[in-house]
């Protein structure tokens, strides 16, 4: 069992800059990938990051390449999503995810435990 807990949302105004937290209990957090999803109202969930057990492999939806940045702490059972430059297109509830079996990867049915979620909100 994993457990996980998201923080850091909230509202900001275009162009800036907000760091989420996801602190994670349970297993052994640096033995399994991590990722951040997004979900806006009527919308699918969709990829935003990954990153590797040991942190050394990422992957990046194409929306957010070069404004995001994926990160994990081991020694602090936490990973981290930098988002900068924020648009009012990422207006979403973000979600981070553990992948117990699989790589980083993009496919959400590939992640075994979900966190509930914290709003990011972007105004024009």
């Known amino acids: 069992q994993v457990q996980l807990v998201e923080s850091g949302g909230g509202l900001v105004q275009a162009g800036g800059s907000l760091r989420l937290s996801c602190a994670a209990s349970g297993r052994t957090f640096s033995s399994y990938a991590m990722g951040w999803f997004r979900q806006a109202p009527g919308k699918e969930r969709e990829f935003v990051a990954a990153?590797?057990?040991?942190?050394?492999?990422?992957n990046y939806a194409d929306s957010v390449k070069g404004r995001f940045t994926i990160s994990r702490d081991n020694a602090k059972n936490t990973v981290y999503l930098q988002m900068n430059s924020l648009k009012p297109e990422d207006t979403a509830d973000y979600y981070c995810?553990?992948?117990?079996?699989?790589?980083?990867?993009?496919?959400?049915?590939?992640?075994?435990?979900w966190g509930q979620g914290t709003q990011v909100t972007v105004s024009s």
């Open positions: 995810a553990a992948d117990l079996y699989s790589g980083y990867d993009s496919i959400p049915s590939l992640y075994d435990y």
């Open positions: 990153i590797s057990w040991s942190g050394g492999s990422t």
